[in-house]
């Protein structure tokens, strides 16, 4: 099993930046694909993006392609997502996610965090 905390959410002003962080700990965090998910209130949870056990292939949503950039570290077990020119669309909880393989879809992931709230003003 593996254990997942994000961080790194609050507000910015539209244009701003972030840099949410996703720290493992538990199983051998390199063996993992990993995800970013978002939810915004009365939406579905969204595929933001994914990137896999090396960090040598990442997909985006097109929402925010361009835009948002993952990374991982593996020696610090920990993901990342930086997200700039933020728009207020972008106002949602993001969650990461680990699992056997970098998929769009959420039923393609074992482990979850419990997200943080990024709110975007405009």
């Known amino acids: 099993q593996v254990q997942l905390v994000e961080s790194g959410g609050g507000l910015v002003q539209a244009g701003g930046s972030l840099r949410l962080s996703c720290a493992a700990s538990?199983?051998?965090?390199?063996?993992?694909?990993m995800g970013w998910f978002r939810q915004a209130p009365g939406k579905e949870r969204e595929f933001v993006g994914s990137?896999?056990?090396?960090?040598?292939?990442?997909d985006y949503g097109d929402s925010v392609k361009g835009r948002f950039t993952i990374t991982r570290d593996n020696a610090k077990a920990t993901l990342y997502l930086q997200m700039n020119s933020l728009k207020p669309e972008d106002t949602a909880v993001y969650y990461c996610?680990?699992?056997?393989?970098?998929?769009?879809?959420?039923?393609?992931?074992?482990?979850w965090g419990q997200g943080t709230q990024v709110n975007v003003s405009s």
């Open positions: 538990g199983r051998t965090f390199s063996i993992y694909h």
């Open positions: 996610a680990a699992g056997p393989g970098s998929s769009l879809y959420t039923r393609r992931y074992d482990y």
């Open positions: 990137i896999n056990w090396s960090g040598s292939t990442t």
